[in-house]
């Protein structure tokens, strides 16, 4: 079975930083796109950033550059994403998703994406 476990939310003040996790299972790691999505109460989803393993090419939203950094360890077939200078705004469910490869055309779009995790919710205080 196809798993995507995201972990590593929590509470932080504003300034602060948070690693999160997207430990993945039941498909080849390098035949698919990984993507962060959030989701903050009353918005829609919107995308955060993605990876792809197999030829390292990060996609960052225009709302996170420079703060947050995605990578991942082929080994453990995880995808990180390290989130510096957290702001109240970034406060959201963040969900992980995979994506085959060849079918990810605009990484931004959560359409793209077949498999969910189940989210890590991120709470940055003011």
């Known amino acids: 079975d196809v798993q995507l476990q995201a972990s590593g939310g929590g509470l932080v003040q504003a300034g602060g930083s948070l690693r999160l996790s997207c430990a993945t299972s039941?498909?080849?790691?390098?035949?698919?796109?990984i993507a962060w999505f959030r989701q903050a109460p009353g918005k829609e989803r919107e995308d955060v950033s993605s990876y792809r393993p197999f030829d390292r090419i990060s996609h960052y939203a225009d709302s996170v550059k420079g703060r947050f950094a995605i990578s991942s360890d082929s080994a453990k077939n995880t995808v990180f994403l390290q989130m510096n200078s957290l702001k109240p705004e970034d406060t959201a469910v963040y969900y992980c998703a995979a994506g085959r490869k060849a079918f990810v055309i605009w990484p931004n779009r959560s359409e793209e994406y077949i498999y969910w995790g189940q989210g890590t919710l991120v709470t940055v205080s003011s």
């Open positions: 039941g498909f080849t790691f390098d035949d698919y796109v």
